[in-house]
């Protein structure tokens, strides 16, 4: 008997198109998700190094929740590169401007820092409402409320 570990790599790799949707969900509960779906981490051959994971797409942005006081006490930091230049927004003011930024944020929180996170994140397309320009890609869906 003979074994033998298959890493995946960019040739091997299966890449399929899934859509998230946000309403009602919790945000660190589908920022987490889409980041184990964009890594790859569901899938048998994930292997650390290569872009094995999905193509997410998240509908619904307008319609995340945060639980508590977070859309006032949480705070989104940013350093304009100048003496004092530190900038910084809060949960509700971001998700004023940009209710897709929130989701953006939280999920490349949760990919790696370097290139690899980087090319991941590509793979994550965020959208307000329902609609979205993915289709001619037949992305199949899947139900937050029915995974563990």
Not at 6 to 22: M, P
Not at 37 to 64: E, M, S, Y
Not at 84 to 95: E, M, Y
Not at 122 to 148: S, Y
Request: aromatic share 6%; proline share 4%; charged share 25%.
């Amino acid at each position: 008997m003979s074994y033998k570990t298959v890493s995946a790599n960019k040739n091997t790799v299966n890449k399929e198109w899934v859509v998230l949707d946000a309403d009602g969900q919790s945000l660190g509960r589908l920022a987490s998700v889409a980041a184990k779906l964009l890594r790859g981490k569901h899938k048998p051959n994930f292997t650390p190094h290569v872009d094995c994971g999905d193509n997410v797409i998240v509908i619904n942005a307008a319609k995340v929740n945060l639980t508590g006081n977070k859309w006032e006490a949480k705070e989104y930091h940013r350093y304009t590169g100048h003496p004092g230049g530190g900038r910084s927004l809060t949960a509700k003011q971001l998700f004023s401007k940009d209710p897709t930024r929130v989701i953006e944020k939280a999920i490349k929180g949760m990919l790696p820092d370097n290139r690899l996170g980087a090319d991941l994140f590509r793979n994550l397309k965020v959208f307000v409402d329902e609609k979205h320009t993915h289709e001619a890609q037949k992305p199949k869906n899947i139900n937050l409320n029915e995974l563990v």
